[in-house]
């Protein structure tokens, strides 16, 4: 039972909302969010999330914290989510995984998503040159961008980070700081070679040592720096 009272543009809510079972889809996501269950309290002009829990098959998803209702289209935001052995499948693009996470998302809309992401273990299979990847994010701001949430969090990855294609195949380990502002996406840091193979027409070469390299402010543009050797018969 929830009460209504103040005006449309600063309503006030009182009451308790118990949800069960419930669903939530991430868009760029395959798989939703299921069985999702939550305690809401509504006291004024703030509402409570005492106990928030969800499930992506056996990975489990958790938040707590407040949002503050300043009016009708004006949120401020003071949550913490946390979440372990996540698997994640990304609608547009040949990227899959699992990951834990450790993030907050705090301030007025659009609010900022940080932290932590931890991969235990992902897969790239985009062939390099695809209209997907993060070419295709880049070209996909949408018409009113500042709505968009803003990122400023990490992704770890100690190893099990695969790149896989007719090119490359390779296994990653390292940092990158993603952010994201009005929907311009920027990635910054590094990710070294672990071991891999290189491939031209005719020839595999091996990764002796190899780095990809995020430096580029004003885009999405990797610089490569490998070492590969092969073996030539005479």
Avoid: C
């Avoid at 503050?68 to 547009?92: C, H, M, Q, S």
């Avoid at 949408?142 to 968009?148: K, N, T």
């Avoid at 992704?155 to 296994?171: F, G, P």
């Avoid at 502002?181 to 491939?199: A, H, P």
């Amino acid at each position: 039972q929830i009460q209504i009272e103040g005006s449309p543009i600063h309503p006030q809510l009182n009451g308790i909302v118990k949800l069960e079972k419930g669903v939530l889809k991430i868009a760029e996501l395959q798989d939703p969010i299921t069985n999702v269950k939550a305690v809401i309290r509504m006291v004024n002009e703030d509402i409570y999330f005492d106990e928030a829990v969800g499930y992506i098959e056996k990975g489990k998803i958790t938040a707590r914290g407040n949002i503050k209702v300043k009016d009708i289209e004006t949120f401020a935001y003071d949550l913490t989510v946390n979440g372990k052995d996540l698997p994640f499948t990304f609608e547009d693009v040949d990227l899959s995984g699992v990951a834990n996470l450790s993030l907050t998302i705090t301030g007025e809309s659009p609010p900022l998503v940080s932290g932590q992401i931890a991969i235990r273990e992902a897969s790239y299979l985009e062939p390099f040159g695809s209209s997907s990847g993060s070419g295709y994010y880049a070209s996909q701001v949408p018409a009113h961008p500042e709505a968009l949430w803003n990122w400023d969090f990490s992704v770890i990855a100690l190893n099990n980070l695969w790149v896989i294609n007719s090119d490359l195949r390779a296994e990653f380990g390292g940092e990158v700081l993603v952010t994201r502002q009005e929907g311009e996406l920027r990635l910054l840091g590094s990710l070294q070679v672990l071991r891999g193979k290189y491939f031209l027409p005719g020839t595999t070469f091996n990764i002796k040592e190899g780095e990809l390299i995020f430096d580029n402010i004003e885009k999405i543009d990797p610089k490569l720096h490998f070492l590969v050797s092969t073996s030539v018969l005479a």
